[in-house]
C-alpha cells in the first residue's frame, strides 16, 4: 500500500479514473537527490491510461524542476509501448536471478592480492571511476555523465531496510563493489566489478550470500553487460526469475529568460 501514502517530498501519486472506480495508478519516489524520479508502480487498464499517467508525471516533473525520470518494466509488461510513446528509452536489460541453492555459512579471507571493508563516503571518487570504466555509453547517459548526477541518480527507499556496501580493492585501484539491500523478507544484492579470476568473483558472491544468509529469498541483479557474473551467478545456484527494461526520460526543464527592470533608488 505503499504508492497509496505519498510521503511529502519524496513521493508523488497520481490517479486516472473512469465513471466511479480507478483505471489507473502510478507512483514515483525521489531518488539520492530530488533532481530524479523514479517511477517505481504503473498499472493501468490500457496502454492509452498508461500514457496519461506517465505524461501526468512528465508535466509535475517539469514544474518540480526534476531533471530524469527513470522507469524499470519487465520485458513482459504490456505498458513498454506506452512508455515509448510517452518518451522513455531503453538504454539497459536487466535480469533478476533467485539464490535455489545451499545457504553459505561463512567465508574466507579475501582474496589476494584484494582488501576488503565497508564503503565510506570517500570511496565515491574512485566508485565513479570504476563505474566509468565497466558500463558502456548507453548507461552512464542514462545514470550520469558527471559526478553529481551519478551520485543524485542512485535508487532510494521509502521505507527503513538494512543496507550494507562493500568495495574490493587493491593500493591502486577499487575492484569490486557489492550493494546489499534487505527487506524483513527478502534480499537483494548488485555487483559492479572489472574483470576478475573466477574465483575471486565467486567470492564476492558467496560474501553477499552470507550476508543474506537469514532471508527467505535471496535475489541478485544483473544487467546484461555482465557477462561474467551473469554465467558465476548461475555456477552458485541462482535461477533467472524476470527479464526486464530500464528506461529513462529526460525533462525539459522551463527557465525563466532575464529582463531588465529599474533600479531601486
Same mark, same amino acid.
Given at each position: 500500500?505503499?504508492?497509496?501514502?505519498?510521503?511529502?517530498?519524496?513521493?508523488?501519486?497520481?490517479?486516472?479514473?473512469?465513471?466511479?472506480?480507478?483505471?489507473? &495508478?502510478?507512483?514515483?519516489?525521489?531518488?539520492?537527490?530530488?533532481?530524479?524520479?523514479?517511477?517505481?508502480?504503473?498499472?493501468?487498464?490500457?496502454?492509452?491510461?498508461?500514457?496519461?499517467?506517465?505524461?501526468?508525471?512528465?508535466?509535475?516533473?517539469?514544474t518540480h524542476g526534476i531533471r530524469k525520470l527513470q522507469l524499470?518494466?519487465? #520485458?513482459?509488461?504490456?505498458?513498454?509501448?506506452?512508455?515509448?510513446?510517452?518518451?522513455?528509452?531503453?538504454?539497459?536489460?536487466?535480469?533478476?536471478?533467485?539464490?535455489?541453492?545451499?545457504?553459505?555459512?561463512?567465508?574466507?579471507?579475501?582474496?589476494?592480492?584484494?582488501?576488503?571493508?565497508?564503503?565510506?563516503?570517500?570511496?565515491?571518487?574512485?566508485?565513479?571511476?570504476?563505474?566509468?570504466? #565497466?558500463?558502456?555509453?548507453?548507461?552512464?547517459?542514462?545514470?550520469?555523465?558527471?559526478?553529481?548526477?551519478?551520485?543524485?541518480?542512485?535508487?532510494?527507499?521509502?521505507?527503513?531496510?538494512?543496507?550494507?556496501?562493500?568495495?574490493?580493492?587493491?593500493?591502486?585501484?577499487?575492484?569490486?563493489?557489492?550493494?546489499?539491500?534487505?527487506?524483513?523478507?527478502?534480499?537483494?544484492?548488485?555487483?559492479?566489478?572489472?574483470?576478475?579470476?573466477?574465483?575471486?568473483?565467486?567470492?564476492?558472491?558467496?560474501?553477499?550470500?552470507?550476508?543474506?544468509?537469514?532471508?527467505?529469498?535471496?535475489?541478485? &541483479?544483473?544487467?546484461?553487460?555482465?557477462?561474467?557474473?551473469?554465467?558465476? &551467478?548461475?555456477?552458485?545456484?541462482?535461477?533467472?526469475?524476470?527479464?526486464?527494461?530500464?528506461?529513462?526520460?529526460?525533462?525539459?526543464?522551463?527557465?525563466?529568460?532575464?529582463?531588465?527592470?529599474?533600479?531601486?533608488?
Amino acid at each position: 500500500m505503499e504508492q497509496w501514502l505519498p510521503l511529502r517530498g519524496k513521493r508523488h501519486t497520481w490517479v486516472s479514473t473512469e465513471g466511479d472506480r480507478f483505471s489507473g &495508478i502510478a507512483s514515483v519516489k525521489s531518488c539520492a537527490t530530488p533532481t530524479t524520479w523514479q517511477v517505481d508502480y504503473l498499472q493501468a487498464d490500457d496502454e492509452d491510461r498508461c500514457v496519461a499517467l506517465l505524461e501526468m508525471i512528465n508535466s509535475a516533473a517539469a514544474t518540480h524542476g526534476i531533471r530524469k525520470l527513470q522507469l524499470r518494466l519487465p #520485458i513482459s509488461s504490456p505498458f513498454i509501448d506506452g512508455a515509448r510513446r510517452a518518451g522513455f528509452w531503453s538504454y539497459v536489460r536487466g535480469y533478476l536471478y533467485r539464490y535455489y541453492g545451499d545457504r553459505v555459512q561463512q567465508t574466507t579471507t579475501p582474496p589476494e592480492p584484494y582488501c576488503f571493508r565497508p564503503r565510506s563516503r570517500g570511496d565515491d571518487y574512485g566508485l565513479f571511476n570504476l563505474y566509468n570504466d #565497466i558500463v558502456p555509453p548507453a548507461v552512464r547517459r542514462a545514470e550520469g555523465l558527471t559526478l553529481e548526477e551519478w551520485q543524485g541518480n542512485r535508487e532510494q527507499s521509502s521505507w527503513p531496510e538494512q543496507r550494507k556496501e562493500f568495495i574490493l580493492y587493491t593500493k591502486d585501484n577499487l575492484a569490486g563493489w557489492l550493494r546489499i539491500n534487505a527487506s524483513r523478507g527478502p534480499g537483494c544484492f548488485k555487483i559492479i566489478s572489472r574483470e576478475l579470476e573466477d574465483d575471486k568473483l565467486t567470492w564476492l558472491i558467496n560474501y553477499a550470500l552470507v550476508c543474506l544468509n537469514n532471508k527467505s529469498l535471496i535475489f541478485c &541483479i544483473v544487467l546484461d553487460f555482465q557477462w561474467q557474473l551473469k554465467r558465476l &551467478i548461475v555456477d552458485s545456484g541462482f535461477e533467472s526469475v524476470e527479464e526486464y527494461d530500464n528506461l529513462n526520460r529526460e525533462i525539459a526543464i522551463r527557465t525563466t529568460e532575464p529582463q531588465l527592470v529599474p533600479m531601486q533608488v
